[in-house]
């Protein structure tokens, strides 16, 4: 079980951990902080100091003549940026007192992120439910709409976690994505292969990088089921595919990579398999993937749960082949 910060929450918002050094050219912690938040004036670190506003792990305040070595860490709260309210709305499906099953909108953030903060669904759910033990027990990308599990407390959030790490949570997504232009209706086929295909490769991620790699050199570590939902047009007349995901594994933008390699990158995906420069969120095309269902034995209770998105893809066909 983790262990509570020494602070609290503020809105929703959990104080930040920072590593001290045990030597180098300071005098002490104080001298540190001035150079790693050089950005600030002196005096106002100087009054957080003394108003009390950094601890150690314990929640006692530092003293401007703490030496180093005397703490691993020191936690604050930041400072809060001003932040464009997103006007996305997250949905809570279910909530019993250990879970909550959240369905994510296109655009949302799972957690805080870059220039996410406050308009993330952790820290909308944390406000809304009064709720700071309130987490993630896995993870969307922030233009991937669905369903998203949140643990509700801390001394059951191990149970639910280890369910993912065992592969016991079956998973299904839905995906559109441009007809390929040799598509054949009578023999449905991705990259010549007859539908459904299980595809795997070995998915390398990098801290930092927006994009992972594969290395056919290595021995998979992904893999995900596609199978056919559909092919026609869409609302809008584009020619599309509906294919439905069934993932094995849980890579970083693997359903993302498995796709484009077969030949159908997902409509509105600026990462796979071209990474395209920045541009506005497009409400318009909003990257057509979705976490439609999830099913498991409560680690808990031992019931049987499944829940299912309420949302559509947009882009998704209105008429042509049904598949299976």
Same mark, same amino acid.
């Given at each position: 079980?983790?262990?509570?910060?020494?602070?609290?929450?503020?809105?929703?918002?959990?104080?930040?951990? *920072?590593?001290?050094?045990?030597?180098?050219?300071?005098?002490?912690?104080?001298?540190?902080?001035?150079?790693?938040?050089?950005?600030?004036?002196?005096?106002?670190?100087?009054?957080?100091?003394?108003?009390?506003?950094?601890?150690?792990?314990?929640?006692?305040?530092?003293?401007?003549?703490?030496?180093?070595?005397?703490?691993?860490?020191?936690?604050?709260?930041?400072?809060?940026?001003?932040?464009?309210?997103?006007?996305?709305?997250?949905?809570?499906?279910?909530? +019993?007192?250990?879970?909550?099953?959240? +369905?994510?909108?296109?655009?949302?953030?799972?957690?805080?992120?870059?220039?996410? *903060?406050?308009?993330?669904?952790?820290?909308?759910?944390?406000?809304?439910?009064?709720?700071?033990?309130?987490?993630?027990?896995?993870?969307?990308?922030?233009?991937?709409?669905?369903?998203?599990?949140?643990?509700?407390?801390?001394?059951?959030?191990?149970?639910?976690?280890?369910?993912?790490?065992?592969?016991?949570?079956?998973?299904?997504? +839905?995906?559109?994505?441009?007809?390929?232009?040799?598509?054949?209706?009578?023999?449905?086929?991705?990259?010549?292969?007859?539908?459904?295909?299980?595809?795997?490769?070995?998915?390398?991620?990098?801290?930092?990088?927006?994009?992972?790699?594969?290395?056919?050199? *290595?021995?998979?570590?992904?893999?995900?089921?596609?199978?056919?939902?559909?092919?026609?047009?869409?609302?809008?007349?584009?020619?599309?595919?509906?294919?439905? *995901?069934?993932?094995?594994?849980?890579?970083?933008?693997?359903?993302?990579?498995?796709?484009?390699?077969?030949?159908?990158?997902?409509?509105?995906?600026?990462?796979?398999?071209?990474?395209?420069?920045?541009?506005?969120?497009?409400?318009?095309?909003?990257?057509?993937?979705?976490?439609?269902?999830?099913?498991?034995? +409560?680690?808990?209770?031992?019931?049987?749960?499944?829940?299912?998105?309420?949302?559509?893809?947009?882009?998704?066909?209105?008429?042509?082949?049904?598949?299976?």
């Amino acid at each position: 079980m983790s262990t509570p910060p020494p602070l609290p929450f503020k809105d929703g918002v959990g104080p930040t951990r *920072l590593r001290v050094p045990t030597t180098g050219p300071w005098s002490g912690i104080t001298g540190f902080l001035e150079s790693r938040f050089d950005h600030l004036d002196p005096g106002e670190l100087h009054r957080r100091i003394g108003a009390g506003e950094i601890v150690d792990a314990d929640g006692r305040a530092i003293a401007h003549d703490t030496p180093l070595g005397t703490h691993e860490f020191v936690w604050y709260h930041r400072d809060l940026p001003a932040e464009t309210v997103l006007p996305y709305r997250e949905e809570i499906l279910y909530r +019993d007192d250990h879970l909550v099953v959240v +369905d994510k909108p296109h655009f949302l953030p799972t957690t805080p992120s870059g220039r996410f *903060l406050r308009e993330t669904a952790l820290v909308r759910l944390r406000r809304r439910l009064g709720n700071d033990a309130l987490t993630p027990i896995h993870r969307l990308d922030r233009e991937t709409a669905g369903l998203v599990l949140f643990s509700a407390r801390r001394d059951t959030r191990g149970a639910y976690q280890s369910m993912f790490e065992r592969r016991e949570v079956t998973k299904v997504y +839905d995906a559109v994505s441009a007809l390929p232009t040799d598509w054949d209706d009578r023999a449905p086929a991705l990259d010549g292969r007859p539908l459904p295909v299980v595809h795997r490769n070995h998915i390398r991620s990098r801290r930092g990088e927006l994009r992972v790699t594969v290395d056919p050199g *290595l021995a998979p570590n992904s893999e995900t089921h596609v199978g056919l939902l559909a092919a026609g047009h869409s609302v809008t007349g584009r020619a599309v595919v509906h294919t439905v *995901l069934r993932p094995r594994t849980g890579r970083p933008h693997q359903l993302r990579v498995h796709l484009a390699a077969l030949g159908v990158p997902i409509l509105g995906d600026r990462r796979y398999p071209e990474l395209l420069p920045e541009a506005p969120d497009d409400p318009d095309l909003p990257l057509q993937l979705l976490a439609r269902e999830l099913e498991f034995t +409560d680690p808990l209770s031992g019931a049987a749960r499944r829940f299912v998105t309420r949302r559509t893809l947009e882009h998704s066909p209105v008429n042509g082949l049904a598949g299976n």
